[in-house]
């Protein structure tokens, strides 16, 4: 089972964090524990951090949920090195490994077992579109756009790590709000894109 424990002591020491420290501090670099870090550095607001891991939450669709990718070594995982390189600062970085600590201790005391029908094999295709949807929208250059499809991706590594079908459910509820988000701004955006092209007609 991860250990809150690791990332708080981690945060503690106030270093820069890669994405390839986050996974080590995991144990082992599981599907699910790959799909956590980059959907919640991905929420992050930081300039363009949305449009570089999108891409390869699009590569962690296609292989769910294969497995382990890599023995938990730095640079193992099967992802660009440039991912695995992708650094935050000192300040974001003791931000990331608290939210993860805090992630993981609420989720020790509140996920279980449950409705493990969610995690079926006949469920596995399904469950590769639903990720490849949401990077999609994290690719998308909408205002706060990245929030509810990391929320989303976030809740549904949880539910596979902790096996918990309520957790998967939760993500496929914020998902459908990413998604409705993304409709409305999509039909503000044209709106105002056709009021502009009528102001300057005229």
């Known amino acids: 089972m991860i250990r809150p424990e690791a990332f708080r002591d981690a945060a503690g020491r106030a270093e820069s964090v890669s994405v390839a420290d986050l996974l080590e501090l995991h144990g082992r670099a599981s599907w699910p524990a790959l799909l956590l870090v980059l959907a919640l550095l991905s929420t992050l607001p930081i300039a363009g951090v949305g ?34 390189a992708f650094r935050l600062g000192e300040t974001w970085s003791r931000r990331c490994l608290g939210l ?35 990077a999609l929208l994290i690719l998308l250059p909408l205002p706060l756009g990245n929030l509810l499809p990391g929320i989303s991706l976030v809740l549904l590594s949880l539910g596979w790590i902790y096996r918990d079908g309520v957790a998967l459910l939760w993500s496929m509820l914020a998902g459908a709000a990413a998604m409705a988000y993304g409709v409305l701004s999509a039909h503000v955006l044209w709106a105002m894109a056709q009021a502009a092209w009528q102001w300057w007609a005229a």
């Open 51 to 84: 449009t570089v891991l999108s891409l390869p939450l699009f590569l962690v669709a296609a292989r769910w949920p294969q497995g382990a990718p890599g023995a938990g070594a730095r640079g193992r995982v099967a992802l660009p090195p440039q991912v695995m």
């Open 100 to 134: 993860l600590a805090t992630l993981y201790e609420r989720a020790r005391l509140t996920l279980r077992r449950r409705w493990l029908s969610w995690r079926h094999p006949s469920t596995h295709a399904g469950w590769r579109l639903w990720i490849a949807a949401m």
